[in-house]
């Protein structure tokens, strides 16, 4: 049974991950500025959006989800490959809403440009 301070520290966890992702995501941002195409730009922002925010739900408490790059970077190291797999299958299916997002923006920005 979890107890009060743990999901505090849960919640804690998770607000200060998404306020550093956000700053994160801006600084990339302006990095990404000086590539000369669109495209690129905002596939790349896709791409770090994919990898950084992407869940996983936690084998040990149920409801609580865990970033998957680092959940299934630190199962890699233990050596646990079926948890790993499920980092990497939600990675995957992150990448693919990314992606599906980006060709939608590319899209609108087609449209817009005529």
């Not at 299934?72 to 980092?87: H, N």
Request: charged share 15%.
């Amino acid at each position: 049974m979890i107890n009060t301070d743990a999901h505090l520290a849960y919640g804690i966890f998770w607000a200060a991950y998404v306020i550093a992702f956000v700053v994160f995501y801006f600084m990339m941002k302006k990095l990404f500025r000086f590539l000369p195409v669109y495209g690129l730009r905002t596939l790349l922002l896709a791409a770090l959006v994919a990898l950084l925010l992407t869940p996983v739900e936690s084998p040990e408490v149920v409801g609580w989800w865990i970033p998957a790059w680092l959940f299934g970077g630190y199962e890699l190291v233990l050596g646990d490959a079926d948890a790993a797999g499920r980092a990497l299958f939600n990675l995957g299916l992150g990448g693919l809403v990314m992606l599906l997002v980006w060709i939608l923006d590319m899209v609108r920005y087609r449209l817009s440009r005529r």
